[in-house]
T-cell receptor, first 114, second 111 residues
Framework: DAGITQSPRYKITETGRQVTLMCHQTWSHSYMFWYRQDLGHGLRLIYY???????DKGEVPDGYVVSRSKTENFPLTLESATRSQTSVYFC?????????????FGQGTRLTVV | TQLLEQSPQFLSIQEGENLTVYCNSS?????LQWYRQEPGEGPVLLVT?????EVKKLKRLTFQFGDARKDSSLHITAAQPGDTGLYLC???????????FGDGTTLTVKP
């Protein structure tokens, strides 16, 4: 099915472990984004990518790593998970152009670090 | 850093009432999007406004972009319980290539 999918939907991990959240889109959108959503903070941008092999930091990149070897995939890795990284993570994609941007979001991954 | 302030943060009203949600910034945006998010789901795009002063209507929802493209409002007429959710505005900056989100307005419409 066309769209943007995230996996897993739920994940519990221990402090210090490496965790990778997956994101896959079928629209061939050039832009992809990772956000975290916490109570009281809305959506905060972690990393984004304008195209394959092009990534850039957002507001809160510390502790996270991204890669984009293929247009359709944009995995997010927590190198050594901390409790402060407990959050809901959303991946989004966008075919930006002409001064406007409309993002399409995945269903989110709820990550708990214990 | 461009900031977007949404107000009110929480809104609880009875079915049939009207309401307005505001999204304000000191920065100019190339465009502004409104999203609606339900619990356990990702945000879903409602509308994009691009031109200063632009007004768009989506059934009972009216969206307006400020003349200076720094602010926007969402007005809902005769709210329904199905309108319940988190409403997010996002301002897009072409030069930065990314959007800034407001913290959202949580709307509850009671039957």
């Amino acid at each position: 099915d066309a769209g943007i999918t995230q996996s897993p939907r739920y994940k519990i991990t221990e402090t210090g472990r490496q965790v990778t959240l997956m994101c896959h889109q079928t629209w061939s959108h050039s832009y992809m984004f990772w956000y975290r959503q916490d109570l009281g903070h809305g959506l905060r941008l972690i990393y984004y990518s304008a195209a394959a092999d092009i990534t850039d930091k957002g507001e809160v990149p510390d502790g996270y790593v991204v890669s984009r070897s293929k247009t359709e995939n944009f995995p997010l890795t927590l190198e050594s998970a901390t409790r402060s990284q407990t959050s809901v993570y959303f991946c989004a994609s966008s075919g930006q152009g002409r001064g406007w941007s409309e993002a399409f979001f995945g269903q989110g991954t709820r990550l708990t670090v214990v | 850093t461009q900031l977007l302030e949404q107000s009110p943060q929480f809104l609880s009203i009875q079915e049939g009432e009207n309401l307005t949600v505001y999204c304000n910034s000191s920065s100019v945006f190339s465009s502004l999007q409104w999203y609606r998010q339900e619990p356990g789901e990702g945000p879903v795009l409602l509308v994009t406004v691009v031109t200063g002063g632009e007004v768009k209507k989506l059934k009972r929802l009216t969206f307006q972009f400020g003349d200076a493209r720094k602010d926007s409002s969402l007005h809902i007429t005769a709210a329904q319980p199905g309108d319940t959710g988190l409403y997010l505005c996002a301002g897009f900056n072409t030069n930065a290539g990314k959007s800034t989100f407001g913290d959202g307005t949580t709307l509850t419409v009671k039957p």
